[in-house]
């Protein structure tokens, strides 16, 4: 794959988060019984992020979880036989409170729908909210994210790459391309 462009600076990542985070606060009415969620892997750093924002702005702090949605996946076959899955228990406390799950790209829906099967499979939340820093389109299924920071129309040749500091030593949202 090429890079096409690079769509997104740290700076845009920044702002993002920034705003989302403000959004989350003004729905939300506050911060009160929140929890982020992220979904391995780099939904967890974009989470984290969201956390920190979140404390500079409401001098809270919100707990960030880990979710491994690797049992979830209806692609499992098709991944590999050789798949290392991960069936770690889930340490999150949900129960009636109003869990953002954070990813980084939302793309057919499929991963978004693995991560609500894991997270009712954990616990009953009062709501769940989706936070995206990048939506691409091409969904396959009815779920879309109440929070957004970048909408990118693509086309099913071309791959939204996100890279966090935090797993890839750099900060950037590219299009790559076939």
């Known amino acids: 794959m090429v890079t096409k462009a690079v769509i997104m600076d740290d700076k845009a990542i920044s702002r993002a988060i920034t705003r989302i985070a403000n959004e989350i606060i003004e729905r939300n009415k506050g911060v009160n019984g929140l929890v982020l969620v992220g979904i391995k892997t780099r939904g967890v750093p974009f989470a984290h992020r969201i956390a920190k924002k979140i ?11 880990l979710l491994d949605i690797s049992l979830y996946r209806d692609d499992l076959e098709e991944i590999s036989s050789q798949s290392k899955v991960n069936n770690g228990e889930f340490k999150g406390v949900i129960n ?14 499929r991963t978004v729908r693995a991560a609500l099967d894991a ?16 939506d691409r389109g091409h969904r ?6 109440d929070y ?4 990118v129309p693509t086309s099913r040749n071309e791959n939204v790459g996100v890279q ?6 750099v900060d950037e949202v590219v299009i790559k391309e076939e």
């Not at 990813?103 to 829906?109: L, N, Q, S």
């Not at 997270?119 to 990048?134: D, E, M, S, T, Y």
């Not at 957004?148 to 909408?151: D, I, P, T």
Request: proline share 7%.
């Open 148 to 151: 957004v920071g970048k909408n």
């Open 119 to 134: 997270l009712i499979h954990n616990g009953r939340p009062n709501k769940v909210q989706l936070a995206v820093l990048v």
């Open 96 to 109: 009636n409170k109003i869990v953002v799950l954070t990813d980084d790209v939302i793309f057919t829906g």
């Open 164 to 169: 966090f500091i935090e797993t890839d030593n």
């Open 140 to 145: 396959e299924l009815p779920i879309r994210p």
């Open 55 to 65: 404390f500079e702005i409401e001098e809270v702090e919100v707990p960030v979880y």
